[in-house]
């Protein structure tokens, strides 16, 4: 069977509560390899809610569906407040990545309750603002942003990432909306050690196979390199496939 579109390799699979400090209950789902412990775990974050954004945005929904059998990877999904998936509808309102501190506090808490190993925040375009913002105040390895905007990412909240130990990798698509190679190196030189890796013919949204795989394989050869290459093709049959990407590969996330 090849691997591609909205297949879904074996995992344990488990619908989560995230619960934040100003009383909120968040919804998501920790994907783990199916029969070893995972060498490490993606925190993903995902692009904005009201563009389309949610915890099944395409690249977070095949991450888990993917890494946890390709790559020995824990994967936590979940939607800020307000979002809504198939998974359902995390309490409270959007507030524009300010009050998402709690959100991204509660899914840090459940990996440390968890003993979930070497975290790592994954943000995706709005996703990356949060871990800008927030990430310096968790225990984790790295940041990967994928299509960072930096809309909401001050000058000073990015350069505060200066001299932190921890390593950030940037992904940038060649023909991005948003943030394109050349002006994400200047932007990101506030971060001398920050890595930039930008993909030729990449767009925002990284829609199709190939673009997909790409973005997979940069997060994994960050992650956990004994993984790569990632396979193409797996010998058993899928578990099922993922629910359907209801925001459509189309809309706008940023």
Same mark, same amino acid.
């Given at each position: 069977m090849e691997i591609r579109g909205a297949v879904l390799l074996p995992a344990r699979r488990e619908d989560i509560e995230l619960h934040t400090l100003d009383g909120l209950t968040l919804v998501g789902e920790l994907a783990l390899p199916e029969s070893v412990d995972p060498v490490a775990t993606l925190v993903t974050l995902h692009p904005l809610p009201t563009a389309g954004g949610f915890m099944d945005s395409h690249i977070l929904r095949k991450a888990a569906g993917r890494l946890p059998a390709l790559a020995d990877l824990a994967v936590l999904r979940f939607n800020t407040r307000g979002t809504s998936s198939p998974r359902g509808t995390s309490e409270g309102a959007f507030d524009g990545g300010a009050a998402e501190a709690f959100d991204v506090a509660a899914a840090m808490d459940l990996v440390r309750e968890r003993g979930l190993p070497r975290p790592w925040l994954v943000g995706w375009s709005f996703g990356t603002e949060l871990a800008l913002k927030y990430g310096?105040?968790?225990?984790?390895? @790295? /940041?990967?942003?994928?299509?960072?905007?930096?809309?909401?990412?001050?000058? @000073?909240?990015?350069?505060?990432?200066?001299?932190?130990?921890?390593?950030?990798? /940037?992904?940038?698509?060649?023909?991005?909306?948003?943030?394109?190679?050349?002006?994400?190196?200047?932007?990101?030189?506030?971060?001398?050690?920050?890595?930039?890796?930008?993909?030729? @013919?990449?767009?925002?949204?990284?829609?199709?196979?190939?673009?997909?795989?790409?973005?997979l394989t940069e997060i994994v050869a960050v992650v956990n390199p004994d993984a790569l290459p990632l396979p193409t093709d797996w010998d058993e049959e899928p578990a099922s496939d993922l629910p359907p990407n209801r925001g459509g590969p189309g809309q706008r996330s940023f």
């Open positions: 310096r105040d968790h225990d984790f390895e @790295g /940041v990967i942003l994928l299509s960072p905007p930096l809309h909401r990412t001050t000058p @000073g909240e990015l350069a505060a990432w200066a001299g932190d130990p921890r390593r950030m990798v /940037v992904v940038v698509p060649e023909f991005d909306d948003y943030l394109r190679p050349d002006e994400a190196r200047a932007r990101f030189a506030a971060v001398p050690d920050a890595t930039i890796i930008a993909v030729d @013919g990449g767009k925002h949204l990284w829609v199709g196979e190939t673009q997909t795989r790409r973005v």
